[in-house]
């Protein structure tokens, strides 16, 4: 019994201590939309008023109908960023499948090669990018930069670890009813890795809706431009006007909370199921 009360003792202590942790972390944001509605005079008043003294819905309403198009800017993040999570999380699940149960001739070799790649700095291959883009015409398109994040080494990678980790059994089974690879991939495979796949599919969508170098290098069309580029041309226009800037930035944070708390189970699942062998 005493042991059981030390434990739980443990557990509260480690929870208040995470708790506190937990608001540190999130200080910095609350501080953001507590700005993003102030009137500009009170962004940077010291002592800090968490609580605007005036609730200015205003800036919302000057950031999306201003003189920037801040949704059409919108529009083409979520669309960038959905095709480019599909593809990627697609293409990686079925390398992962192919890389952790299907034996053929120079797997390990070919899997070692194409991690090899992810050891070369993006920065390191922008150059031939660019004119490789330029002379496919892919430059300044939507497509381009969507293929560009689409095919992932990391992705391949951390899914092929957990394809690993179901049992042969089940694919063989599948096999003997005269399935073929593709369809084990998707009515088996699939439905049981869906909390990994989920993870990767919630980091996808985080890593390609927060890219600022790709659409930077390769749009040039100002209807084209993502919300990181419109982000970036909001706070040179409005110049020192910070509570426009934190409404402009809480309005581009809001789809990566909804992902995140729509998928926090999965992403959770799927971190236990990673830590558990066999």
């Not at 009137?39 to 000057?62: D, L």
């Not at 198009?69 to 390398?95: G, H, Q, R």
């Not at 226009?237 to 995140?260: D, N, R, T, W």
């Amino acid at each position: 019994m005493d042991k059981l009360k030390e434990i739980s003792i443990k557990k509260a202590g480690i929870t208040l201590i995470m708790g506190v942790f937990g608001i540190f972390f999130l200080l910095p944001f609350i501080w953001m939309v507590s700005a993003s509605l102030k009137p500009e005079i009170e962004v940077f008043s010291y002592p800090i008023q968490w609580i605007p003294s005036e609730w200015r819905w205003e800036n919302y309403e000057k950031v999306w109908f201003g003189e920037q198009p801040f949704i059409l800017y919108y529009w083409n993040s979520i669309k960038v960023t959905l095709a480019t999570t599909f593809i990627s999380v697609t293409v990686s699940a079925m390398a992962a499948y192919g890389f952790s149960k299907i034996k053929f001739k120079g797997r390990d070799v070919l899997f070692l090669l194409v991690l090899a790649t992810f050891l070369i700095p993006a920065q390191a291959i922008l150059v031939p990018q660019f004119i490789m883009y330029r002379y496919l015409n892919l430059f300044d398109t939507h497509i381009g930069l969507i293929l560009l994040n689409s095919f992932s080494v990391l992705g391949t990678f951390l899914l092929r670890q957990f394809f690993s980790s179901i049992h042969d059994d089940f694919i063989d089974a599948a096999k003997m009813d005269g399935a073929s690879h593709l369809t084990v991939f998707r009515k088996v495979v699939v439905p049981m890795m869906i909390p990994a796949i989920s993870t990767y599919a919630i980091l996808r969508f985080i890593w390609t809706w927060n890219d600022y170098q790709g659409p930077l290098i390769f749009l040039r069309s100002e209807e084209l431009s993502t919300i990181q580029l419109a982000i970036d041309k909001f706070s040179t226009s409005s110049g020192e006007l910070y509570s426009l800037i934190m409404a402009g930035s809480v309005s581009a944070i809001l789809p990566l909370l909804l992902i995140f708390i729509i998928g926090q189970k999965y992403v959770i699942e799927g971190i236990a199921r990673g830590g558990v062998k066999g």
